[in-house]
Structures are given as C-alpha cells and as structure tokens.
C-alpha cells in the first residue's frame, strides 16, 4: 500500500464535496493529522537532548559565536 498526503481546505464547499467522495471509496482510508504544538516540539527536543545552557546570557552568545 502507498501511503500519500493530500491537503484538503475543507472549510470550503469544494474540499467537503472532495472529502466526502474520498470517504466512499473502499481503498481508501483517511487519518486526520493534528498539528504538534510548539510545546510538545520543545519537550521533544529536551527528549532528545537537543537543547543548550549557558550560565548567563553573554555566555550564551560566546558559545553560539565560537
């Protein structure tokens, strides 16, 4: 099975009408994706390790510029 993205605007009548098509079809199925906040992407680069820490604000800006 392939798997493909499709961006529907279904606010509009159009992309109801499309969405609805896209419903009847046996070989067909639809996973509504939610957007990740900015949180959970920040806790996931704490996670991940992807973060940096400086002892003052001026230390921070010598380690970004070394």
Do not use: C, H, Q, W
Not at 26 to 35: C, L, N, P, Q, R
Not at 46 to 66: F, H, N, P, Q, R
């Amino acid at each position: 099975m392939t798997t493909l993205t499709i961006n529907i605007d279904d606010s509009t009548p159009a992309g109801k009408r499309f969405l609805s098509f896209l419903k009847t079809l046996s070989f067909v199925s639809i996973v509504k994706k939610t957007k990740e906040s900015r949180l959970d992407k920040a806790l996931d680069d704490v996670k991940k390790g992807k973060v940096y820490t400086a002892e003052s604000a001026k230390d921070l800006i010598e380690k970004a510029l070394s």
